[in-house]
């Protein structure tokens, strides 16, 4: 039976104090499997993102635990929680979040140059992965020369380059035309055939859900039965 890489107990996320305490996470349990790709489905507001910025250490949270790997991230200092998500996860967004000054190349290698790695060795792996993405003609590109389909591929290599052992995607194909979406859809299926990362993907999306080994449906901070 497949290990759980995280998994959550009794997560809550409040924003405020007193009479304006806000609960946007409200005692989640999950557990997620290694290699498998989880979508997570929820009407706006229900605390789909709050989610995955708890569960991937980029926000704090008020009670719970979350283990990944094992490990409690929310028991880590900051610093060292900084470096456990530079060496063993990765990120993608709906707005792509590419540095606009550099190019194609240069926005993959930064993640692995971040982590320590030769510029030799980033430079080699940054084309690499872009080459397999069928980007290899674009490597010297600048975000503003490529389409969004393009530069979500580059979002992807970079959250992929290090061979994290999760990655967590927000909206991924949310700026995507249909045919822009189905082939980021596409790809994130062939890069966890290929790398074997786990993958949690936020979606609106029901044709990305369905291409994803498990969806689970979030309202009012919970995950229903």
């Given amino acids: 039976m497949p290990e759980s890489v995280v ?6 996320k409040v924003y405020g104090s007193g009479d304006t305490a806000v609960p946007a996470l409200r005692g989640i349990n999950v557990d997620i ?3 498998e790709i989880l979508a997570v489905m929820g009407p706006s507001g229900c605390g789909k993102t709050t989610f995955l910025n708890c569960f991937s250490g980029l926000d704090d949270i008020s009670r719970g635990q979350v283990l990944v790997e094992g490990t409690d991230i929310h028991a880590m200092p900051d610093a060292k929680k900084s470096d456990y998500r530079a060496r063993r996860t990765g990120f993608v967004f709906q ?4 540095l606009p000054i550099l190019s194609a190349e240069e926005n993959v290698e930064m993640p692995l140059l971040i ?3 030769s510029a030799q060795e980033a430079r080699s792996d940054a084309r690499a992965i872009l080459t397999e993405m069928g980007l290899g003609d674009r490597l010297a590109h600048r975000p503003s020369e490529l389409s969004g389909g393009q530069q979500q591929r580059v979002s992807l290599a970079r959250a992929l380059v290090a061979h994290p052992a999760i990655v967590w995607a927000d909206e991924p ?10 082939q980021v859809t596409e790809l994130l299926r062939q890069l966890n055939r290929n790398f074997h990362q786990t993958m949690v993907v936020v979606t609106h999306d029901a044709e990305v859900a369905a291409a994803c080994d498990r969806t689970l449906h979030m309202r009012d901070g919970l995950f229903l039965a």
């Fill in 115 to 117: 982590a320590g790695r």
């Fill in 33 to 35: 499997l290694r290699g």
């Fill in 7 to 12: 998994v959550g107990r009794d997560v809550w």
């Fill in 95 to 98: 707005s792509y979040n590419l």
């Fill in 173 to 182: 194909t949310g700026n995507l035309d249909a045919e822009g979406s189905r």
